[in-house]
């Protein structure tokens, strides 16, 4: 000390450190309020930057206030310059922590903004924390008179060597950055990859894609292995899909009747069943003189992929209830075997208005 501590001294300290918690109470009640007056906006992005004051500012006012305080007492060079150190390190740690978090939610709020689904993919947000914390680490230990220098450069000797260990674990890094940058699979996309699996994309991580199938099962698939294999995305480039049904109808039935009792029934599907597409314009095309039937393909616009199975379920059920109800025949294939005294006769399969072939084989 340069000098004897005196009341005046630690009544100066006491007020700067009142001042200081002052400052910091009022400071974030009023930031509180803005944080209110934010929620009311459209933009995400108010909302993370008065989150990230809340915290950064009433630190700053303490720091600030017990800076003030150490300033006042007769303290050593050495002293002083540890507490003043001391603080600013303080400081610089509540700044990272609130910048990572900060920083982190931006990037959250911009991907929703763009994709509304990417948000929830980790990779980017847990990335951007990593970097700003990794940032704020040095410098804390460059104001700690730390020099940097040497651990860059042993980090990046140190790096290779963790790199050629680390192979498989950075090529799924890499390859779940590209999957994202390339917007070929987000989040909320249904795919189906060409080994079988297939389901709703629920997060794409440094390592790892998560896919729910239908039967809310979890398939963890490794990004290296979603990014090289083929695969079949039922969202891109629009969610709304086109499906076929098969049917047929036997060879006497009238053809513009069987067509017209069909487009009624898809009119009815299509207003009452949720998933269905009334705006997509349905189809029936005769195709084929078959064995026993006439076929044809119903083309039906669905919503979306998981939409297609209630929409074929109750499709089905009510145009075969029609077109029983209007007599029109859906025929089966039929094979007729007749056994004559000496001889097995098997009649060739045949259907409506054809006539029968029969090949014989004897018994002896």
């Known amino acids: 000390m340069t000098r004897t501590l005196t009341l005046d001294d630690l009544m100066l300290a006491g007020i700067a450190l009142a001042a200081g918690l002052l400052s910091a109470f009022l400071l974030r009640m009023l930031l509180r309020w803005l944080g209110k007056h934010a929620l009311r906006t459209r933009w995400g992005g108010d909302d993370v930057i008065v989150d990230a004051l809340r915290t950064v500012v009433p630190w700053g006012a303490i720091v600030g206030g017990a800076a003030a305080a150490g300033a006042v007492l007769p303290l050593t060079r050495t002293v002083q310059h540890h507490v003043n150190q001391s603080l600013t390190v303080l400081f610089i740690l509540v700044v990272s922590v609130s910048a990572a978090r900060a920083v982190a939610a931006l990037v959250r709020t911009v991907a929703q903004s763009r994709s509304g ?53 950075l090529a799924n ?12 699979v987000q989040p909320g996309d249904y795919i189906r990859l060409s080994s079988g699996e297939e389901g709703y994309v629920t997060d794409i991580n440094w390592r790892q894609t998560t896919i729910r199938n239908l039967s809310n ?101 009510r145009l075969h209830k029609r077109y029983r109800d209007e007599g029109i025949r859906i025929p089966a294939p039929t094979r007729t075997v ?27």
């Open 217 to 317: 099962n979890l398939v963890i698939i490794p990004n290296g292995q979603l990014a090289g294999t083929n695969m079949t995305n039922y969202n891109r480039p629009e969610e709304q899909l086109t499906i076929l049904v098969q049917a047929g109808v036997a060879y006497d039935s009238d053809l513009d009747h069987v067509e017209r009792v069909t487009m009624e029934v898809i009119a009815e599907v299509m207003n009452e069943i949720d998933g269905a597409v009334p705006e997509h314009e349905p189809a029936v095309r005769f195709h084929t003189f078959g064995d026993s039937r006439i076929g044809f393909t119903i083309i039906l616009g669905v919503g979306e992929f998981s939409d297609q199975y209630r929409i074929k379920h109750e499709f089905i059920k």
């Open 173 to 184: 890094l890499f390859a779940g950055i590209h999957i994202l940058a390339s917007r070929t």
């Open 117 to 169: 689904v990417a948000a929830s993919a980790s990779i980017f947000v847990n990335i951007t924390r990593v970097v700003v914390l990794a940032i704020g680490f040095l410098v804390m230990l460059q104001t700690l008179g730390i020099s940097i220098a040497p651990l860059l450069t042993a980090l990046g000797v140190g790096g290779l060597a963790v790199a050629l260990a680390l192979q498989d674990t």
């Open 338 to 364: 007749s056994l004559q005294q000496g001889a097995v006769v098997i009649p060739q399969q045949r259907g409506a208005g054809e006539t029968e072939d029969a090949a014989s084989l004897h018994v002896d």
